[in-house]
């Protein structure tokens, strides 16, 4: 059912970078397969790296980095090297693990701006070989008002290049000018929005920014009213997952059981493999206590 959900983002900070966690929060875990939201910036350096996160695991999931300003350096297990840049995507699929670091290049444009992602996997490809994708450029779908980048998925016939294992749609929205911005949307996808610039009304209901907002499922399309001209929009959704999914640090699993394994492989050297591309000491598991959280 459609609904207007606000679901205000929490503060935190992601190896010294302030963050805003978007998702999961304790009222929604899931939207569609998306399982983690963070956003950072807009903000200016003169000097320095402010991304610098050290190699760490992942299993049973996707990561999707999509910047607004700025870049971010991937390195991974596999040898591989993405550079994501605006409007393109570094799209790294972790399956039963692979490690990764991601930090400010050395060349930068003294600016930071994005969005960092998780896709969970469906249970038939969560043991998959890991894999990373890079994609200079994504596609773009003409909306009345305005124009959308399709991250991910596929939004109204048009599909992004980026692999993926379950129905879902990832977007960026930009309206042209104030007023409507009108986006055709999947009836049997659930969807979620997220203003990253700008201010808008949706169903009567202003929208601000650092909230996410739920919509629910059962809508054909999106009409959005921007109060001015360059607002941007992120926009996510996907068919409602059916399988609950354990979440413990950047793990995604079925079982407790599953989450400390990995932990300990991480801990022991085991399974991920090596980031060798990155300068520095990798990041240690922290310890397991209690239950990983479920999501559903
Ligand atoms: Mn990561």
Same mark, same amino acid.
């Given at each position: 059912?459609?609904?207007?959900?606000?679901l205000p983002g929490r503060?935190?900070?992601?190896?010294?970078?302030?963050i805003l966690r978007l998702l999961p929060r304790?009222?929604r875990?899931?939207v569609?397969?998306w399982?983690f939201l963070d956003s950072?910036?807009?903000?200016?350096?003169?000097?320095?790296?402010?991304?610098?996160?050290?190699?760490?695991?992942?299993?049973?999931?996707?990561?999707?980095?999509?910047?607004?300003?700025?870049?971010?350096?991937?390195?991974?297990?596999?040898?591989?090297?993405?550079?994501?840049?605006?409007?393109?995507?570094?799209?790294?699929?972790?399956?039963?693990?692979?490690?990764?670091?991601?930090?400010?290049?050395?060349?930068?444009?003294?600016?930071?701006?994005?969005v960092q992602l998780?896709?969970?996997?469906?249970?038939?490809?969560?043991?998959?070989?890991?894999?990373?994708?890079?994609?200079?450029?994504?596609?773009?779908?003409?909306?009345?008002?305005?124009?959308?980048?399709?991250?991910?998925?596929?939004?109204?016939?048009?599909?992004?290049?980026?692999?993926?294992?379950?129905?879902?749609?990832?977007? @960026?929205? +930009? $309206?042209?000018?104030?007023? *409507? #911005? %009108?986006? =055709?949307?999947?009836? !049997?996808?659930?969807?979620a929005?997220v203003?990253?610039?700008?201010?808008?009304?949706?169903?009567?209901?202003?929208?601000?920014?650092d909230t996410l907002y739920y919509?629910?499922?059962?809508?054909?399309?999106?009409?959005?009213?921007?109060?001015?001209?360059?607002?941007?929009?992120l926009?996510l959704?996907?068919?409602?997952?059916?399988?609950?999914?354990?979440?413990?640090?950047?793990?995604?699993?079925?079982?407790?059981?599953?989450?400390?394994?990995?932990?300990?492989?991480?801990?022991?050297?085991?399974?991920?493999? @090596?980031? +060798? $591309?990155?300068?520095?000491? *990798? #990041? %240690?598991? =922290?310890?397991?206590? !209690?239950?990983?959280?479920?999501?559903?």
């Amino acid at each position: 059912m459609p609904t207007l959900e606000a679901l205000p983002g929490r503060v935190s900070d992601l190896a010294g970078l302030p963050i805003l966690r978007l998702l999961p929060r304790s009222q929604r875990r899931l939207v569609g397969p998306w399982c983690f939201l963070d956003s950072y910036g807009p903000l200016g350096f003169g000097s320095g790296k402010p991304m610098d996160v050290a190699p760490h695991p992942h299993i049973g999931l996707q990561t999707v980095s999509w910047l607004l300003e700025g870049e971010v350096r991937h390195h991974d297990s596999l040898g591989l090297t993405g550079l994501a840049r605006p409007g393109g995507l570094n799209l790294m699929t972790a399956g039963r693990g692979i490690a990764h670091s991601e930090e400010t290049p050395a060349e930068n444009a003294g600016r930071l701006w994005g969005v960092q992602l998780w896709v969970a996997l469906p249970a038939a490809a969560r043991e998959s070989e890991p894999a990373f994708e890079h994609h200079a450029t994504v596609p773009s779908l003409e909306l009345e008002g305005g124009l959308a980048s399709v991250i991910l998925g596929r939004l109204a016939g048009v599909t992004a290049p980026g692999r993926i294992y379950s129905p879902l749609v990832g977007a @960026e929205l +930009r $309206a042209r000018s104030a007023g *409507r #911005l %009108a986006v =055709p949307l999947e009836r !049997g996808f659930e969807h979620a929005l997220v203003l990253l610039e700008g201010e808008c009304w949706l169903d009567g209901q202003k929208l601000v920014g650092d909230t996410l907002y739920y919509l629910g499922s059962g809508r054909g399309d999106l009409v959005l009213a921007a109060e001015r001209a360059g607002l941007r929009a992120l926009l996510l959704g996907g068919a409602p997952f059916e399988e609950t999914i354990l979440m413990w640090w950047n793990f995604v699993a079925r079982t407790s059981d599953e989450i400390a394994a990995a932990r300990e492989d991480w801990q022991a050297g085991r399974r991920f493999g @090596e980031v +060798r $591309a990155y300068a520095g000491p *990798r #990041l %240690a598991a =922290p310890p397991l206590l !209690g239950r990983p959280a479920t999501a559903r």
